[in-house]
């Protein structure tokens, strides 16, 4: 597949099969998103594989609004920041975590972006505790690693939508 193609066919999706991913792929994608670009080529960008039922459940409960489908996702990627490594690891993360989406979408994956960073756990208390701090409770995170999102992967149980582009015209402006 060309990444034009890869673009072009690649959506959220949030319901999975009920089958494993295998760890190979996973090791793939991974591979694929370690080679982004950082700045400096500082290479701040971490991972946490999580694929056990428990822990995608307690994943699924860190906010209280778009992240309950985790529970039923066969596999999902913390993709965090290492604080230590530079002061622009929320940029690199992002940009491996982009490369991750497209990677899976080149492998037969369907995938999903669930933002943590700065996100709260209810929505009614925007102010109140927050899903990282919640995930540091259950996970094993060193104090520098700073989670930016989960990715959640697995086989896709709707077929694919055609992309339909919208009029962005407007969202481009030639100097």
């Not at 960008?45 to 307690?58: A, H, I, K, S, Y």
């Not at 906010?63 to 913390?78: E, H, K, M, N």
């Not at 989406?101 to 925007?126: M, T, Y």
Request: charged fraction near 25%; include cysteine.
């Amino acid at each position: 597949m060309t990444l034009t193609e890869i673009l072009k066919k690649r959506r959220s999706v949030r319901r999975f099969e009920p089958r494993d991913v295998p760890r190979e792929i996973v090791d793939g994608l991974l591979a694929a998103a370690l080679m982004a670009p950082s700045s400096k080529n500082t290479r701040s960008t971490r991972f946490m594989v999580l694929d056990q039922p428990e822990v995608l459940e307690r994943l699924a409960a860190m906010r209280d609004f778009g992240s309950s489908f985790l529970a039923t996702s066969p596999c999902a990627v913390l993709v965090c920041g290492d604080s230590s490594a530079t002061d622009l690891w929320l940029d690199n993360a992002a940009i491996s975590a982009t490369i991750l989406q497209l990677a899976a979408e080149d492998a037969g994956l369907g995938s999903c972006w669930v933002h943590v960073n700065g996100r709260p756990r209810k929505r009614e208390e925007p102010d109140g505790a927050n899903a990282a701090d919640y995930l540091r409770e259950f996970l094993p995170l060193p104090a520098s690693w700073n989670p930016l999102c989960v990715i959640a992967l697995g086989y896709s149980v709707e077929p694919a939508r055609p992309h339909s582009p919208k009029d962005d015209a407007d969202k481009i402006i030639w100097l």
